[in-house]
């Protein structure tokens, strides 16, 4: 695929890469993870987060990994 693009409606995320790095995101914020980065997506632990997710040029390439507790709590 062509990356990733994520914009936020409501509620709070996290987004988090492979060298273990993260960020909140809240409504109105737009994310985008370039070609080839593997990341994850999630609502903040106690809250939700409804977002948009917008992948061109092909299927989302899933790694079948789960993100630990460690990684998502960062």
Do not use: N
């Not at 061109?56 to 460690?70: H, I, P």
């Amino acid at each position: 695929p062509e990356g990733q693009t994520l914009y936020v409606v409501s509620g709070a995320g996290r987004v988090g890469s492979r060298d273990g790095s993260a960020v909140t995101i809240g409504p109105g914020d737009v994310v985008y993870a370039e070609p080839g980065d593997e990341h994850w997506h999630g609502a903040t632990p106690g809250s939700h987060m409804q977002h948009l997710s917008l992948t061109t040029g092909g299927d989302t390439e899933w790694t079948g990994e789960l993100v630990s507790d460690a990684e998502y709590d960062v």
